[in-house]
């Protein structure tokens, strides 16, 4: 288990449990999104995979769009987390 005692280790776990945290979150109250096409297309949970990743990777470009209260507040909750571990990944790696 030495590879755990790395940064970078630590923050790529991190990214995946929030990644996986959000889509399963996304799954829960798919009911608060849409997608952007015109196409009426049932959404899948690989749309809800996508929201999460693109959200967690900052590019938060997605099939899918928040049209409830809570889907934005989910949306903006995984934004704020993913701010605050780049600014904390930051101030880690700065020279002491």
């Known amino acids: 288990m030495h590879f755990l005692k790395h940064a970078v ?5 991190f990214n995946i449990v929030n990644i996986l ?3 399963n979150l ?3 109250y798919q ?8 196409q009426k297309r049932k959404q899948t949970p690989v749309d809800f995979l996508l929201l999460s990743v693109t959200v967690q990777a900052g590019v938060g470009i997605s099939r899918l769009i928040p049209v ?4 934005s507040l989910l949306v903006i909750l ?3 987390i993913m ?6 990944a930051f101030y880690i790696s700065l020279p002491k």
Do not use: K, R
């Not at 280790?9 to 776990?13: D, F, P, S």
């Not at 409830?68 to 889907?71: H, L, S, V």
């Not at 701010?83 to 904390?88: G, Q």
């Open 9 to 13: 280790m630590w923050a790529t776990i």
């Open 21 to 23: 945290l959000f889509f």
């Open 26 to 28: 996304y799954l829960i």
């Open 31 to 38: 009911n608060d999104f849409e997608g952007m096409s015109q």
């Open 68 to 71: 409830g209260d809570t889907g």
């Open 78 to 80: 995984q934004e704020i």
């Open 83 to 88: 701010i605050w571990s780049n600014v904390l």
